[in-house]
């Protein structure tokens, strides 16, 4: 089964230059971003290739970016948040591309303009069950899966605005428990579930 992970950056810069010695402050709270891609991807001893992690840099300036590491093409990337948001960092050099062109920076590291509607989109054309994490929504349980593709779509430590949940329509909410944990620990628990 093939994961799929999307996390908003609500303050993440889409463009310029961030501080890789303040992620967590000067650079819109990049770490967190960074420690979904290394829980998202990483095992001890490899690369998960069934796994995809897409970013979604809010925080401007200018239009949002999205940037998608894909874990069965992945090369050259380290597991540690500074690594993995250098990698990041390379991607801002760049111009933010059209919504709806991909185009890989390097093996296994795309970017491309859009948020999580195009996300959302692009997902459903491919046939993925989307569920959204929701410490309020219905108890997850990785036995509803009937489907080759699954995605999840997570917030940075900040909740998800009006505008992106109405995007997110009527997807299915899941609770992984009445406590907001942090979006990599999400990932792990899904990870072990589905592995289990």
Request: charged share 20%; with cysteine; hydrophobic share 35%.
């Amino acid at each position: 089964m093939v994961r799929r992970f999307a996390v908003i950056g609500h303050r993440a810069p889409s463009s310029g230059k961030i501080n890789l010695n303040d992620l967590a402050g000067s650079s819109g709270r990049l770490d967190v971003l960074a420690r979904a891609v290394n829980t998202g991807l990483f095992l001890s001893h490899g690369i998960r290739d069934d796994t995809d992690i897409v970013l979604h840099l809010m925080g401007g300036p200018g239009p949002p970016r999205r940037i998608w590491f894909q874990g069965s093409r992945l090369r050259g990337v380290h597991p540690d948040e500074r690594a993995i948001a250098g990698q990041i960092a390379k991607a801002l050099r760049n111009p933010v591309p059209a919504i709806g062109q991909q185009i890989e920076l390097h093996k296994g590291l795309w970017h491309s303009g859009g948020d999580i509607g195009q996300t959302i989109a692009e997902w459903d054309r491919e046939g993925v069950r989307t569920f959204v994490l929701d410490a309020c929504g219905e108890q997850y349980d990785s036995e509803v899966h009937h489907s080759d593709s699954v995605g999840f779509i997570l917030s940075d430590d900040q909740p998800f605005s009006e505008s992106e949940l109405d995007l997110m329509g009527p997807m299915e909410r899941v609770s992984l428990g009445e406590k907001w944990l942090q979006g990599h620990s999400c990932i792990a628990i899904i990870h072990h579930s589905i592995d289990s």
